[in-house]
């Protein structure tokens, strides 16, 4: 599968922000638990969120792939990836390690303008941008989508599904439920939820044979 789909896969089976997603390392993926971790997410927090369970053998062949190239960067000498924070200080050897090495890593190996370290950065987000951009041309959607689009999706379909919202605020990582409560209005469609008469023609009330009490008239 390739990279870009397999991202936009996980923004939208996942519920993540774009930078969250390509930020991810490979030790934030549990195939057993079917969960990521979101590090360091909006608000400074890590959280868990769903891993759906039909990416997981895409996945595997991704990483394989990914690790090979890794292990090409290590044997010519770089295969130092960018640790947050002072884990590099930390943990000097953490950086070569596989673990922490990023899930979705850019083609070509890259100059750290700050440190001047040449090692392989994560895919560039304006990729999955230009990649989201044209897949919307190609099928003919006259709407505007975003990567963006794809976490929005997520929580509007867990809440069609029956889905409590503090459990939707969780996964998305809100800090006020009242930011994950703009996603109900897709249980309001149409005038405040009500159906059209028009809609209805052909239908026949459960209780139509029931018999009418005068005290409920």
Request: aromatic share 6%; glycine share 8%; charged share 25%.
């Amino acid at each position: 599968m390739d990279s870009t789909v397999c991202q936009a896969k996980l923004l939208y089976g996942s519920g993540l922000r774009l930078l969250a997603g390509l930020r991810l390392r490979v030790k934030d993926l549990d195939f057993e638990m079917k969960q990521l971790t979101v590090r360091d997410g909006k608000g400074a927090k890590d959280r868990f969120t769903v891993l759906a369970e039909g990416m997981i053998p895409a996945l595997r062949e991704h990483l394989a792939n990914v690790r090979l190239t890794h292990q090409e960067d290590l044997t010519a000498g770089c295969g130092a990836v960018y640790l947050p924070g002072a884990l590099d200080r930390k943990y000097p050897s953490a950086a070569r390690e596989w673990a922490w090495q990023y899930v979705f890593p850019a083609r070509d190996l890259s100059r750290d303008p700050r440190s001047g370290v040449t090692r392989r950065h994560h895919l560039d987000e304006t990729t999955i941008s230009k990649a989201i951009k044209a897949a919307v041309a190609r099928v003919g959607i006259a709407k505007q989508v975003s990567s963006h689009t794809f976490r929005h999706s997520f929580a509007t379909a867990l809440l069609q599904r029956g889905s409590d919202i503090r459990t939707i605020q969780e996964l998305l990582g809100h800090n006020d439920v009242s930011t994950t409560m703009i996603y109900t209005h897709v249980l309001r469609q149409g005038g405040a939820g009500a159906k059209s008469p028009l809609d209805c023609l052909g239908e026949l009330p459960q209780n139509r044979h029931a018999p009418r009490r005068a005290d409920t008239i």
